[in-house]
C-alpha cells in the first residue's frame, strides 16, 4: 500500500487535506478531508474514493492527480497502470 497526503486550500478558505495512493485491495485512492470542519472524524470526510469500492475510473484519478499537482512519477504510473 502507498499513502502520501497533502494540504491544499478550499474554494471556501477550508484547509482540505488529501491522501491518495495504491492498495491491493482498494486499487488506486483518494480521501478528501475538510480539516476546519466539526470536531468528529466523521464531519470531517468530504470525498472517499476507490477504483474497486465505489468505480473510480483510471482516468478520472489521473485528472485528480493533475488537479492536485502530484509528483510527475505517480501520474506516469497511474498512466500505464502501475503502482506507486
Known amino acids: 500500500m502507498s499513502r502520501y497526503s497533502k494540504i491544499i486550500k478550499g474554494d ?5 487535506k488529501i491522501s491518495y495512493g495504491w492498495d491491493h485491495a482498494l486499487g488506486y485512492w ?3 478531508w475538510d480539516e476546519t470542519a466539526g470536531d468528529e ?3 470531517k470526510m468530504v470525498k472517499e ?3 474497486v469500492l465505489s468505480g473510480l475510473r483510471k482516468g478520472d484519478f489521473f485528472e485528480f492527480l493533475l488537479k492536485i499537482k502530484a509528483p ?3 501520474c ?5 497502470d502501475l503502482p506507486f
Open 49 to 51: 474514493e476507490s477504483t
Open 72 to 74: 510527475k512519477k505517480h
Open 76 to 80: 506516469e504510473n497511474v498512466a500505464v
Open 41 to 43: 472524524a466523521w464531519q
Open 30 to 32: 483518494y480521501d478528501i
Open 12 to 16: 471556501k478558505d477550508q484547509d482540505l
